[in-house]
């Protein structure tokens, strides 16, 4: 079996760990990079075969990871050495969002340390069909997903938007189940958390974070694109108004 490629929860990890040392690579004797070896074998997200292989995410690797983000970084005067896409694309992401990329990876230490990202079950849509991820990783898109699925939440967001108007349809494209549907849409919306976890921390949900959407709005808000975080309805609605005036086909 061969080593997998490190995917962007990893990545997200080791660029804080560069980020955090000025931009400079760190060597295998380390002591951070022996901390991240260890967090890095212990994360949910490769199976048991290659997590078993001795040389996966070795303090070697983690070392070579870290020469990547430092010789790739546009101020970098000397020879870059070679690495994958998505690797380029998270150098471009702690170089363009610092705050935001620093923020994920605490709460990814954070929730790796407590168990708590651990304990939640692979969602569904947490890895679009091309085997992308958001930005910040699989496992926060897990927690955030697993999150939304709280039907608590759902209901009490549901009762707040019909006290405010009487018509439960998407805050995005207005689409109503109800007048399409009849009454087998009667009540349907899909609630959707505005700001993505990684961006708001772990702070306790209002129901203002939320956002009630047609199924397909709610898609294209999760739908992951190499380098891009998740989007919220806004964006969206303006992605829509603009693909409207310029239609790709
Ligand atoms: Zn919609
Ligand atoms: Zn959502």
């Given at each position: 079996?061969?080593i997998p490629?490190?995917?962007e929860d990893?990545?997200?990890?080791a660029?804080?760990?560069?980020?955090?040392n000025?931009?400079?690579?760190?060597?295998?004797?380390?002591r951070?990079?022996?901390?991240l070896?260890?967090l890095l074998?212990?994360?949910?997200?490769?199976?048991?075969?290659?997590?078993?292989l001795p040389?996966f995410r070795?303090?070697?690797s983690v070392?070579?990871?870290?020469?990547?983000?430092?010789t790739?970084?546009?101020?970098?005067s000397?020879?870059a050495?070679r690495c994958?896409?998505l690797?380029?694309?998270?150098?471009?992401?702690f170089?363009?969002?610092?705050?935001e990329?620093l923020?994920?990876?605490r709460?990814?230490?954070e929730?790796?340390?407590?168990?708590?990202?651990?304990?939640?079950?692979p969602q569904?849509?947490?890895?679009?069909e091309?085997?992308h991820?958001a930005?910040e990783?699989?496992?926060?898109?897990?927690r955030?997903?697993a999150r939304?699925?709280d039907?608590k939440?759902?209901?009490?967001?549901?009762e707040?938007?019909?006290r405010?108007s009487s018509?439960l349809?998407c805050e995005?494209?207005d689409f109503?189940?109800a007048?399409?549907?009849?009454a087998?849409g009667?009540g349907?919306i899909?609630?959707?958390?505005v700001?993505?976890?990684?961006?708001s921390?772990a702070?306790?949900?209002?129901?203002?974070?939320l956002?009630?959407?047609?199924a397909?709005?709610?898609?294209?808000?999760?739908?992951?694109r190499p380098g891009?975080s998740?989007?919220t309805p806004?964006v969206?609605r303006?992605?829509?108004?603009?693909?409207?005036?310029?239609p790709?086909h």
């Amino acid at each position: 079996m061969r080593i997998p490629t490190w995917t962007e929860d990893e990545l997200v990890l080791a660029g804080a760990l560069v980020v955090r040392n000025g931009w400079r690579e760190l060597r295998t004797t380390d002591r951070a990079v022996h901390e991240l070896s260890e967090l890095l074998r212990s994360l949910p997200i490769h199976g048991p075969e290659a997590r078993a292989l001795p040389s996966f995410r070795s303090p070697d690797s983690v070392s070579r990871k870290t020469t990547d983000f430092m010789t790739n970084h546009s101020s970098y005067s000397g020879k870059a050495t070679r690495c994958g896409k998505l690797t380029l694309l998270m150098i471009e992401a702690f170089m363009t969002r610092e705050a935001e990329m620093l923020q994920a990876a605490r709460m990814l230490e954070e929730g790796v340390g407590s168990g708590d990202l651990h304990a939640i079950p692979p969602q569904p849509d947490e890895v679009d069909e091309a085997g992308h991820t958001a930005i910040e990783g699989r496992l926060l898109v897990r927690r955030a997903l697993a999150r939304e699925r709280d039907p608590k939440l759902r209901s009490l967001k549901i009762e707040q938007v019909r006290r405010r108007s009487s018509t439960l349809k998407c805050e995005v494209c207005d689409f109503d189940f109800a007048r399409v549907y009849g009454a087998l849409g009667e009540g349907y919306i899909e609630v959707h958390h505005v700001t993505p976890l990684h961006v708001s921390g772990a702070r306790e949900t209002s129901l203002d974070d939320l956002a009630c959407l047609c199924a397909n709005c709610h898609r294209m808000c999760h739908r992951s694109r190499p380098g891009e975080s998740w989007r919220t309805p806004t964006v969206l609605r303006e992605q829509i108004r603009k693909s409207i005036q310029t239609p790709v086909h």
